[in-house]
């Protein structure tokens, strides 16, 4: 079993940066693929960015690839998303997932088993 908990959302102005963390429970962390997704109300989930289990391969959506970065630290279970020249259409809240397995880098929600509570991000125009 893997928990997740998100945090670093708030609110910041069109332009701005923000970094998300996601920390992870349990001892597996190291052996997971991890992504990050958004969703709006009203609007399905989708995908952002995802970092393989090893962190040789990474995978973005195009409407944030070049501003937004993935990373991993597994010595301290945590997921980071550095997220820059932020606009007001990526307001949404922003999860962690962890996929079931070892991976490369993968935008299928499906092969993501264990998810986060969200955190909220907000940006001003």
């Known amino acids: 079993q893997v928990q997740l908990v998100e945090s670093g959302g708030g609110l910041v102005q069109a332009g701005g940066s923000l970094r998300l963390s996601c920390a992870a429970s349990?001892?597996?962390?190291?052996?997971?693929?991890m992504g990050w997704f958004r969703q709006t109300p009203g609007k399905e989930r989708q995908f952002v960015a995802s970092?393989?289990?090893?962190?040789?391969?990474?995978y973005y959506a195009d409407s944030v690839k070049g501003r937004f970065g993935i990373s991993r630290d597994n010595a301290k279970n945590t997921v980071y998303l550095q997220m820059n020249s932020l606009k007001p259409e990526d307001t949404a809240v922003y999860y962690c997932?962890?996929?079931?397995?070892?991976?490369?880098?993968?935008?299928?929600?499906?092969?993501?088993?264990?998810w986060g509570q969200g955190t909220q991000v907000t940006v001003s125009s």
């Open positions: 997932a962890a996929d079931r397995d070892r991976s490369d880098a993968h935008k299928f929600q499906y092969q993501y088993d264990y």
């Open positions: 349990g001892r597996t962390f190291s052996s997971k693929t």
């Open positions: 970092i393989s289990w090893s962190a040789d391969s990474t």
